[in-house]
C-alpha cells in the first residue's frame, strides 16, 4: 500500500501540471484579451516601459521568456506568451498537491490542486497573456523551499535566489514574498558564509534580468525609474491609505480587492465551514499531525519552518499588501490564493470515514460550479445578485460580477474581428479613430494591437491621454485630436451619449454602421465632442 502511495505521490504532480497546462491552451483566445496583455504582447518586440511596450515596471523576464518561445516555435508573440502563463499554472497546481500532501496528507494535496485547478482566476490567468500565474508559482515554490530550509542546506539560498528572478516575473514580489525567503534565510544562516551565499543568491537572481532590462531601456536607469514613477505614484495615491488617497480611493480599493477575493472563494467557503463544524464535532480527531509541521524545538535553531507558519505568510503580506497599499486587478488574489485554499482546507483533511466522504462531495460540487461559471457564465456571481444593496461584493463599482470567464474571452474575440473592418471602410492615411474612456475606451489598445497602421486617439471627457500608431503608445494632455489634412476623426463607442445624438440632428456628427454590424460616428474637423475639439493639423 505504502508503495502504491508513494508511486502516486511521484506521478500526481506531473500529471496535474500536464492536465492543467493542456486545460489552460486548450481555452487560449485568438487575440490578448485585456490592455495590459497587449501592451506584455508589444514588449516582445520592442521593450520600451515609455511607450507602452510593456507598460511599467516592465516584467522584463516574462518578454524574454516570450522571445525565446517565439523563436523556437512558430507561434506569434501572443501565443508564446500565453503558453508561459499555461505553464506556470500547470506547474503551480503541481507544487501546491506537493504542499498540501506534506502539510495535511493525500488529501489536502488532492483536494487543494482541483480547488485551484477550477478556479476561474487559474483558468482565465492560466489561458491569457499575463504574468498573475507567475505569482501564484513563486508563492507556492517558496513555501516549499522555505519549508526544507536547515543549516547545511541550499533551501536558503535557492529561496533568495529564486526571489530575484521571480521579481523579473513580477516585481511585486520581492514585497509580498520577501518574508518567506527571510524565514528560511533565519532557519539557514549560521555564518558568515552561509550570510554570503545567500546574498549572493538574491542579487544575482536580480541581475540576471536586471541588467539586460536596463541595457535595453531607452535612457537606462535614470528614464527607467523617473517614467516608473510618474506612473505608479498617480494610481496610489488614489488608492492606497499609505499614500494619501481620499477615502472614496480607499473604499474602493478595500471593496475591489475584498470582493474579488470573496468571488474566487465563494464555493469554496461552504466546503470549508462544513469542514471545520465536522472537525469539531469530531472529538475522535484520529489524524496525526503532518510531519515537519510542529518541532519541539523553536524552528530558528533546528531549522524547517513550520509550513503553517509559511502559508500564513503567503496570506497576510500579501492581503495586506492589497488592502493597504493598491489591488490593481484580479491577477492579484493569485498571489495568496494558493496558500488561502490550503488553509481553508486543511481542517476538513484531518477528518476520517463518513466525514470526509461528505466534505470530499461538497468539493466536487464546489469545483463543478467553477468550472461551469468559467466555461459558461458571463460572470463568477450570479447575475441574479448583481447590485444586491445588502451585499458590497455585487456592486458593480468594485468589479462584480467578475468576468474572468471563458465569454469574456470570446466577447473580446468577436469584437476585435468585427471593428477590423474600420481599416476597409475608412482611410488610414487620413483618418483617425478615437476611443472614449467608458465608452468602448477598453478597445484603444487592441485596435493599436489589429491595425498598426492607423493613427488612434484615447480621450478622457475634455482631455486626449494617449495617441498610437505602429503599436507604439504615446503619451499627451491636450484638448484636440488632430487629424491629417482632409482626414476626419471616427468616434468608436459603445454607446452614443446623448450630446452625441444631439450633434447628429444637427448634421455635426454622421451615423456609419460598418459591414461587420457595429456602429461608429464621423466628424469633420472643427467640432468638439466629449470635450475635446478635432483640429486639421
Not at 69 to 78: D, E, F, G, I, Q
Not at 361 to 368: E, F, G, S, T
Amino acid at each position: 500500500m505504502s508503495e502504491r502511495l508513494d508511486r502516486v505521490d511521484r506521478v500526481a504532480p506531473w500529471l496535474l501540471a500536464v492536465v492543467t497546462f493542456a486545460t489552460c491552451t486548450a481555452f487560449m483566445p485568438d487575440y490578448p484579451t485585456e490592455w495590459d496583455s497587449i501592451q506584455l504582447t508589444f514588449g516582445v518586440d520592442r521593450f520600451d516601459i515609455t511607450h507602452g511596450s510593456p507598460h511599467p515596471p516592465g516584467y522584463w523576464l516574462y518578454v524574454f521568456l516570450g522571445r525565446v518561445v517565439r523563436w523556437l516555435t512558430p507561434w506569434s508573440a501572443a501565443t508564446s506568451l500565453s503558453v508561459i502563463a499555461a505553464a506556470a499554472a500547470g506547474a503551480t497546481v503541481a507544487l501546491t498537491y506537493v504542499v498540501g500532501r506534506r502539510f495535511g496528507g493525500p488529501w489536502l494535496g488532492g483536494a487543494a490542486a482541483a480547488a485551484l485547478f477550477t478556479s476561474p482566476y487559474l483558468l482565465f490567468y492560466g489561458a491569457t497573456v499575463n504574468t498573475y500565474t507567475f505569482d501564484a508559482l513563486i508563492a507556492v515554490g517558496l513555501v516549499l523551499l522555505a519549508s526544507q530550509a536547515r543549516p547545511g542546506s541550499w533551501h536558503g539560498w535557492g529561496a533568495a535566489g529564486v526571489l530575484g528572478l521571480g521579481a523579473g516575473l513580477r516585481q511585486t514580489t520581492l514585497l509580498v514574498l520577501g518574508p518567506l525567503v527571510a524565514c528560511a534565510v533565519v532557519a539557514l544562516v549560521r555564518s558568515l558564509r552561509q550570510a554570503l551565499a545567500v546574498v549572493v543568491a538574491g542579487a544575482g537572481g536580480l541581475a540576471a534580468w536586471m541588467v539586460p532590462m536596463l541595457v535595453e531601456q531607452p535612457g537606462g536607469w535614470s528614464r527607467y525609474r523617473e517614467f516608473s514613477d510618474e506612473y505608479l505614484a498617480p494610481a496610489l495615491e488614489r488608492t492606497s491609505i499609505l499614500y494619501g488617497a481620499p477615502r472614496t480611493g480607499i473604499v474602493n480599493n478595500l471593496g475591489q480587492a475584498t470582493g474579488y477575493t470573496l468571488a474566487t472563494l465563494l464555493v469554496l467557503l461552504p466546503v470549508a465551514a462544513f469542514g471545520v463544524a465536522l472537525f469539531a464535532w469530531d472529538g475522535r480527531r484520529r489524524a496525526a499531525p503532518a510531519a515537519g509541521v510542529d518541532t519541539p524545538r523553536p524552528w530558528w535553531r533546528v531549522g524547517c519552518p513550520p509550513l503553517s507558519l509559511l502559508l500564513w505568510l503567503s496570506v497576510l503580506v500579501p492581503v495586506a499588501f492589497v488592502l493597504l497599499v493598491h489591488f490593481g486587478k484580479a491577477g492579484y488574489v493569485l498571489s495568496y490564493l494558493p496558500a488561502l485554499v490550503l488553509l481553508l482546507l486543511w481542517p476538513a483533511s484531518r477528518l476520517r470515514g463518513a466525514p470526509l466522504v461528505v466534505v470530499s462531495a461538497l468539493l466536487v460540487v464546489a469545483c463543478a460550479v467553477n468550472v461551469q461559471r468559467f466555461t459558461s457564465a458571463a460572470g463568477i456571481i450570479p447575475g441574479a445578485v448583481l447590485n444586491e444593496p445588502s451585499l458590497w461584493f455585487t456592486q458593480e463599482r468594485h468589479g462584480a460580477p467578475y468576468r474572468l470567464t471563458k465569454p469574456l474571452m470570446d466577447q473580446t474575440d468577436r469584437e476585435t474581428r468585427s471593428y477590423l473592418a474600420l481599416r476597409e471602410e475608412f482611410d488610414p492615411d487620413r483618418d483617425v479613430l478615437v476611443y472614449v474612456a467608458m465608452d468602448g475606451g477598453h478597445r484603444f489598445r487592441h485596435a493599436g494591437y489589429t491595425m498598426p497602421d492607423v493613427l488612434m486617439h484615447y480621450v478622457e471627457p475634455g482631455v486626449r491621454r494617449y495617441y498610437q500608431t505602429d503599436r507604439t503608445l504615446f503619451y499627451v494632455n491636450d484638448s484636440t485630436v488632430p487629424v491629417p489634412e482632409g482626414g476626419r476623426a471616427v468616434w468608436v463607442l459603445d454607446v452614443p451619449f446623448p450630446e452625441t445624438l444631439a450633434m447628429e440632428e444637427q448634421g455635426l456628427v454622421m451615423r456609419h454602421t460598418l459591414a461587420t454590424g457595429p456602429t461608429v460616428w464621423v466628424t469633420e474637423p472643427g467640432v468638439t465632442m466629449f470635450g475635446v475639439t478635432v483640429v486639421e493639423r
